[in-house]
């Protein structure tokens, strides 16, 4: 059973920084990709960045230069860098993986596990 339980969330002024994990276990496939997604009321669940079991990223126009992506395998643990933050990144921020698989993809409907979210609120 994969389980990813997510932290690091909280509230920051616009320009703040914020990094988010993503702890993973269940699953032991060397195949496999995990991102971080995230939704704000009234708002689709959007793809933030993703990266593979070979380091290959991807990120949403609205964030790159400023998140950054990364995993520490030996810790399991999916990582999300949040700099120079905008009120408009305010929303519930969720890890997801796919295993076995070896396409790099950052479409929420690709993902079949999922993590439960943590909230990041940047105030102006």
């Known amino acids: 059973q994969v389980q990813l339980v997510e932290s690091g969330g909280g509230s920051v002024q616009a320009g703040g920084s914020l990094r988010l994990s993503c702890a993973a276990s269940?699953?032991?496939?060397?195949?496999?990709?995990m991102g971080w997604f995230r939704q704000a009321p009234g708002k689709e669940r959007e793809g933030v960045a993703a990266i593979d079991s070979d380091g290959s990223t991807t990120y949403a126009d609205s964030v790159k230069g400023r998140f950054t992506i990364s995993q520490d395998n030996a810790k399991n643990t999916l990582y999300l860098q949040m700099n120079g933050l905008k009120p408009e990144d305010t929303a519930m921020y969720y890890c997801?993986?796919?295993?076995?698989?070896?396409?790099?993809?950052?479409?929420?409907?690709?993902?079949?596990?999922w993590g439960q979210g943590t909230q990041v609120t940047v105030s102006s």
């Open positions: 997801a993986a796919e295993i076995g698989v070896g396409y790099l993809s950052i479409l929420p409907g690709y993902f079949g596990y």
């Open positions: 269940g699953y032991t496939y060397s195949s496999y990709c």
